[in-house]
């Protein structure tokens, strides 16, 4: 057994939560030390170049939804660069009767899309002088029916979900799940109405930042992770390890198991940034009260499918991707364009495409082995894409059993237990995306919050 130097604060997770969370306590000149249970930095993340083609594992895509993100990429100053994907990512298709529909973007569209019907069509006009709602459980399925009517909860609300959660509308709670949606009714009484007046408030220099733009990192996002570990520097991770945390004293106490010994030590500020399966190995202290919400945290299993063509021979790719609503009754989520958006992911005149099956809707497809996989997209992409030889010259499967965390009515739950534990043991917090959303953004503007928060207490003794 040997004792390391006591860092100031200790990241359990090298995902991209506590790598920018350990990138901004260097930057303000605190010792820190992230450790994670794999052998290599940035959890799912792991961009792949293979026979031409470049390709995610974990998160395609991103999106620029608050200034934190685009920040990132500035203070690593060019060690790393954004890539905002091109325009005709904004184009969005959705499956219905047999054929892909644009998604509407705007009035006329709106109009005259075979998406919705003529009902709520004039429903969605009326939806700036409709009560709001009450319930603050309220599901979001019966929120968007109820201002928006069932075709716009099935032909755009269900396959948006479907893409953003692998979720059900009929589980997930919009003040937990889609909060700027929902303080969007509660705030201004409208969605319609009160992204009309938001557009309107004047915006700081910051706040123009967040474009709302698809992003990824120039040529993939494995280099964002390289480029933050190399900030962070070598010293300050210890990797293909086991912890085990325990209160001791004023602090806590680490044991650390790696493949060539084991490590104590004890730090004031410890912050967790794993998924709720884990906390109740790392945090063997908790009570079955407070380790309960996390447990029993549901997850979405998703599995996604590479595709690469050589030559691509099918529909134009010339859009961010096509979802498929669950009444469609088919065995896929959507189709990710990719090679469309992103430079240099696929050979000239080729394609990549990423399919993503599974979900809460679909558990049963975690369980697959990839002969089955391979004779569902066999069935289905074809005539989908328009492609009747469709013959990939490179297929990957990659599973993640708890890809993306629900947040349903038990959410308010954990939030409450997370704050009760942190006051409960002062200096450790619990983070990561069991809170403050899913997105690569919020994972984003979550580590450098805690690290400021962190930076500003520690400086302040």
């Known amino acids: ?30 010792n820190v030390l992230i450790i994670d249970k794999s052998a290599k930095t940035g959890g799912v993340i792991q961009t792949i170049r293979e026979k031409g083609f470049v390709y995610e594992t974990g998160p395609n895509t991103g999106v620029v939804s608050n200034p934190e993100i685009a920040e990132l990429f500035e203070d690593l100053n060019g060690k790393c660069e954004l890539e905002v994907a091109d325009p005709s990512a904004k184009r969005r298709l959705i499956w219905k009767d047999q054929a892909w529909h644009a998604l509407p973007s705007g009035l006329w569209s709106a109009i005259t899309t075979p998406l919705f019907t003529l009902g709520d069509k004039f429903r969605i006009l009326g939806e700036p002088w409709r009560a709001k709602g009450t319930d603050p459980d309220e599901k979001l399925s019966d929120l968007v ?73 120039k040529g993939g996002l494995q280099h964002l992770i390289e480029a933050l570990t190399e900030a962070i520097g070598p010293d300050s991770f210890l990797l293909s390890a086991d912890t085990i945390i325990k209160p001791a004293g004023i602090g806590f106490q680490l044991q650390v198991t790696t493949p060539e010994n084991m490590i104590q030590f004890e730090t004031k500020h410890v912050v967790t940034t794993c998924g709720g399966y884990d906390l109740a190995n790392l945090l063997p202290f908790l009570n079955q009260d407070e380790i309960t919400p996390f447990i029993t945290l549901k997850y979405a299993a998703v599995t996604q499918v590479l595709l690469g063509f050589e030559r691509w021979k099918g529909i134009s790719l010339k859009a961010f991707g096509g ?78 059993p708890r890809a993306i965390p629900q947040y349903t009515e038990t959410s308010g739950k954990r939030f409450e237990m997370i704050e009760q534990i942190q006051q409960k043991y002062p200096g450790l917090i619990l983070a990561g995306n069991i809170r403050d959303g899913i997105g690569m953004a919020d994972r984003v503007k979550q580590g450098r919050t805690i690290a400021e928060e962190l930076a500003g207490k520690i400086q302040g003794h």
Not at 4 to 29: C, D, H, R
């Open 323 to 400: 979802l498929v609503p669950g009444k469609e009754n088919k065995n896929i989520l959507g189709v990710l364009f990719t090679s469309s958006f992103f430079e240099g992911r696929a050979p000239q005149g080729g394609a990549l495409l990423s399919v993503f099956m599974g979900g809460t809707k679909r558990p049963d497809i975690a369980k697959m082995d990839n002969f089955e996989i391979e004779a569902i997209l066999n069935k289905e992409l074809p005539r989908m894409m328009s492609n009747r030889s469709f013959s990939p010259d490179m297929i990957r499967i990659h599973r993640y």
């Open 145 to 217: 029916k109820r201002r928006l009517g069932k075709s716009f909860l099935d032909y755009a609300i269900d396959p948006f979900i479907s893409g953003i959660y692998a979720g059900n509308p009929n589980e997930l709670v919009p003040r937990y799940a889609l909060p700027k949606l929902w303080k969007l009714e509660q705030e201004y009484g409208s969605f319609i109405g009160g992204s009309i007046k938001k557009a309107k408030l004047p915006k700081t220099e910051r706040d123009k930042k967040a474009t709302k733009e698809v992003f990824s990192a």
């Open 1 to 30: 057994m040997s004792t390391s130097t006591k860092p100031y604060v200790v990241i359990i997770g090298a995902g991209l939560t506590g790598l920018t969370m350990g990138f901004y306590l260097k930057k303000a000149g605190i």
